[in-house]
């Protein structure tokens, strides 16, 4: 007997599989390409919140994620015996003038009634290091919310934990109970082909990764550039995002482009050499928001998709979310998720 079938292994499907088999469910996950065959198995992995104002339903449910995100991923590495990478080692971005400098000092009183005792942004002085960002008025902008993992340990932590409660990833099962689509761009044009307008698409990213140590530091944003120093020492750069694509998965002067920008905006990078190069397709769906809920006009059938560029980081709260309304019919989604949101 199955409770849960869950179809596609990437960060959403992996997730919502793990949280519903810690609530003794019985759980099969099905994905023909394997675990992390998609956007899943990126570089990057920054898991860094929106800035602390304008308020909202989706800012809220990031931070409530976020929050969870050390126990989630200490769980599955535990479990599992295999580190998804993750440490929340905070964020540096520059500040790059008088205006600038105003704008980042009124966000540390929002982020301090936003975000309360759980993390700080603050504006500090640069200081005498190496590891941080180039910025033209002296200042940084540091969070401590952010976070970041390794995208492919991570999915690959998750499949060590699912494998220890005697769950596989299979290539192919029919369906057995309750069916969760978590299948990313795929996913999206077939729900897309049943509604008289696009529920979502594809976006392509690039990224790199360096050959440079600076394991435990923060994360960087400079230039348009995430910066991630990876607990394996190598340093993530990305990423581009292109609509318009000819290959999906081949990499061109564009990730060139950010690697030099990663470069320029932190010089100890100058001379890292690059040692690997990624490509792939980000589910995006309409609202931008992830699409969460009941699959129209299929009876036990739901949705997990358009994670886009925050999936990691919205995971853990998602897993939670989905596995309540599956398993207890307790449906916490907030508007603006759901998916009759992108009808």
């Given amino acids: 007997m199955i409770d849960i079938t869950i179809r596609g292994a990437g960060i959403f499907g992996l997730s919502v599989a793990w949280a519903c088999v810690q609530r003794g469910a019985r759980v099969q996950v099905v994905d023909p390409n394997g675990a992390g065959a998609g956007s899943s198995g990126g570089i990057v992995g920054a898991l860094a919140p929106h800035v602390p104002e304008n308020w909202n339903a989706k800012k809220a449910f990031q931070l409530d994620s976020l929050l969870m995100a050390e126990a989630f991923w200490h769980a599955v590495s535990e479990q599992g ?109 077939t729900l897309t082909r049943s509604h008289t307008r696009s529920m979502g698409a594809g976006v392509k990213g690039q990224a790199a990764l360096l050959r440079y140590d600076a394991s435990g530091a923060p994360q960087l944003f400079a230039g348009g550039v995430h910066i991630i120093p990876h607990l394996d020492g190598t340093v993530a750069v990305g990423s581009t995002s292109e609509r318009e694509y000819s290959t999906p998965d081949t990499t061109d002067p564009q990730l060139d482009a950010v690697i030099e920008a990663a470069r320029a905006a932190v010089p100890v990078l100058q001379d890292a050499p690059v040692i690997a190069r990624w490509a792939g397709v980000r589910p995006r769906a309409r609202t931008r928001a992830p699409m969460l809920g009941h699959w129209p006009d299929r009876a036990d059938h739901y949705i997990a998709n358009g994670g886009f560029k925050i999936g990691f980081g919205m995971a853990p709260k998602i897993a939670q979310v989905m596995a309540d309304l599956m398993l207890d019919d307790h449906d916490a989604i907030p508007d603006g998720f759901r998916v009759e949101d992108n009808l």
């Fill in 81 to 189: 015996g295999t580190n998804a990478g993750y440490v929340r080692a905070g964020r540096l971005q520059p500040v790059a003038d008088e205006a600038a400098l105003a704008l980042a000092s009124r966000r540390t009183q929002t982020a301090a009634d936003l975000w309360q005792d759980n993390a700080q942004w603050q504006v500090i002085a640069a200081p005498e290091t190496t590891w941080q960002p180039h910025s033209p008025s002296g200042q940084l902008i540091h969070d401590t919310l952010s976070a970041h993992l390794h995208p492919r340990k991570a999915c690959a932590a998750l499949v060590a934990a699912l494998g220890a409660k005697g769950v596989i990833v299979q290539a192919d099962a029919p369906d057995r109970g309750r069916v969760l689509w978590a299948t990313g761009v795929a996913g999206l044009e």
